[in-house]
């Protein structure tokens, strides 16, 4: 399997997906041409992706859906509420191949089984995605929730590559310059998860197989890169866990820079 974190955090997300056979992306949450590019600086041709996965209707996840998937014909897969809220919002138009995704419910695309999972957060129907190879290699997109649900943990067990968020700091938030309405939206259970909340379960993904960890959807002003690391590698400390001999761990980049990762 391939993977790659092409746009992650508060201005826009976007994840590569791929075997051999062909790719996937998750969300299209900057403008077409800057995917566009990163796609063609790590020698992906975009007719090579055979659909795109929408976690959510949010402009960060779908600001580039519409003209990439007129410019390449890509099919666009997303829960019932996902789909309703694109077309309210002129994200998707009607010529467009558009498939519903039910939660907990497999379909395959290539050589991909794709499993949703629903995730709590302050959108129409949120999901999250778990990819099992036909070689059992396998790989989960976790993020927009605002706290772990025994759903999503049970989704994603025994994945050997995890893109988790890890979106704030809870002191960085409270004591930040965000108003206070939106403060509790990121902190209440339909928001974001924080450090402490997405390290707290990296022991038991490291315990059913997870080998790699991607730190993902960073905010821009409520954490930093360190503060999120510092706060893993902690917690995988705490059980034992030596990052580099028993994991990878790394936080991905928001700016299109990150590299390819082949397991």
Not at 76 to 86: H, I, Q
Not at 206 to 219: D, I, K, Q, Y
Not at 226 to 239: D, G
């Amino acid at each position: 399997m391939r993977y790659c974190a092409l746009f992650s955090g508060s201005s826009g997300n976007s994840t590569y997906v791929a075997t051999a056979q062909g790719g996937l992306l998750v969300d299209a949450g900057v403008s077409a041409k800057r995917i566009e590019l990163a796609l063609t600086e790590r020698q992906i041709d975009p007719k090579s992706i055979r659909a795109v996965l929408v976690t959510h209707e949010h402009v960060d996840h779908v600001q580039g859906l519409k003209v990439l998937c007129k410019r390449y014909g890509w099919p666009v897969l997303a829960s019932v509420g996902t789909l309703d809220a694109l077309a309210q919002d002129g994200r998707v138009s009607p010529e467009q191949r558009l498939y519903a995704l039910t939660n907990a419910k497999s379909v395959t695309v290539g050589d991909m089984k794709i499993t949703p999972f629903a995730t709590p957060h302050d959108s129409r129907e949120s999901m999250g995605f778990r990819f099992d190879a036909e070689d059992g290699r396998s790989l989960a997109v976790a993020t927009d929730m605002g706290y772990m649900t025994q759903e999503v943990l049970d989704a994603i067990c025994g994945c050997q590559t995890v893109h988790i968020e890890s979106n704030h700091d809870p002191v960085m938030l409270r004591d930040g310059a965000y108003p206070y309405p939106l403060k509790m939206r990121i902190l209440g259970e339909r928001g974001h998860l924080s450090n402490d909340a997405c390290a707290e379960v990296l022991p038991t993904l490291l315990e059913a197989g997870a080998t790699r960890f991607a730190l993902s959807h960073l905010s821009a002003h409520n954490n930093t890169p360190e503060l999120a690391l510092r706060t893993a590698s902690a917690s995988l400390a705490c059980v034992g866990a030596s990052v580099g001999r028993d994991c990878l761990l790394w936080v991905s980049e928001p700016t299109g820079t990150q590299p390819i990762v082949y397991f």
